[in-house]
């Protein structure tokens, strides 16, 4: 479904991939592992396009993506692509409604029905336990109830690819085992999750392990 051959990234002088290959189906949940520093993020952001590569090819359903071109790819992130970052990313000013419904802003206006869209964040928000929370302002909640509004703002346009940073550093047992079921849910939907990860717990339920190790990603 989405492939990336042969890629590499340099930051100034520091190579951070180099003629790395990776790739995830329909249907699957992949880990990024490796340790602290090794371009986990890096490899999430440039399959989200928010990070340019230097070299590679980059393909979705068999299609070249042009990451060259801003527009084509904001288009191509908007429609497929949902990112629950490491920090969150969320509005401090903005009620937690107000970010669920972030990304429908980025998208055409006659694509989403604003009703639907907020119906869908009322239930998604009531699954995770945040219906209490739905008018307050982001700086006025907790850092678990933050991962979850992250994690419903990246579903909300129903992407066919999840990426996940660190999804659940901040998460009790109870909030861990809802994210769990979610994955589980996203693959047998026929989505794929994409969970840079060093939790343990996810290697049970993964399509694929890549490790990342010497500028490539190896498979485990
Ligand atoms: N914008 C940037 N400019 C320069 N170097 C960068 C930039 N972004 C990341 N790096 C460097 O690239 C390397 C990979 O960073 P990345 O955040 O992808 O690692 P990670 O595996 O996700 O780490 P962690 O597990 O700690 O989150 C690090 O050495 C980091 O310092």
Redesign the pocket.
């Given at each position: 479904m989405l492939e990336l051959k042969q890629f590499s990234k340099t930051?100034?002088s520091?190579l951070?991939f180099n003629l790395a290959d990776f790739t995830c189906k329909r249907g699957e949940i992949v880990l990024l592992t490796?340790r602290?520093?090794?371009?986990?993020?890096?490899?999430l952001d440039i399959i989200s396009g928010i990070k340019r590569y230097d070299t590679g090819d980059f393909l979705f359903k068999n299609q070249k993506v042009e990451t060259q071109n801003e527009t084509k790819l904001s288009a191509f992130r908007n429609e497929n692509i949902g990112y629950i970052l490491?920090d969150f990313a969320l509005i401090d000013s903005y009620t937690v409604l107000e970010n669920i419904l972030l990304p429908s802003l980025y998208s055409p206006k006659d694509k989403h029905n604003r009703h639907d869209l907020e119906t869908k964040a009322r239930n998604l928000a009531y699954e995770f336990d945040l219906t209490e929370m739905l008018n307050r302002k982001i700086k006025a909640i907790s850092g678990g109830q933050k991962q979850r509004v992250a994690i419903i703002r990246s579903l909300i346009l129903e992407p066919a690819i999840i990426l996940a940073d660190?999804p659940t550093t901040n998460l009790d047992k109870e909030n861990f085992d809802l994210v769990m079921a979610l994955f589980i849910k996203l693959k047998n939907e026929g989505k794929t999750v994409v969970i840079?990860t060093h939790d343990e717990r996810f290697f049970d339920i993964a399509s694929k392990i890549y490790e990342?190790k010497n500028c490539r990603l190896i498979e485990k």
């Open positions: 930051f100034k520091k951070i490796g602290s520093g090794i371009g986990k993020t890096t490899c490491q660190e840079a990342i």
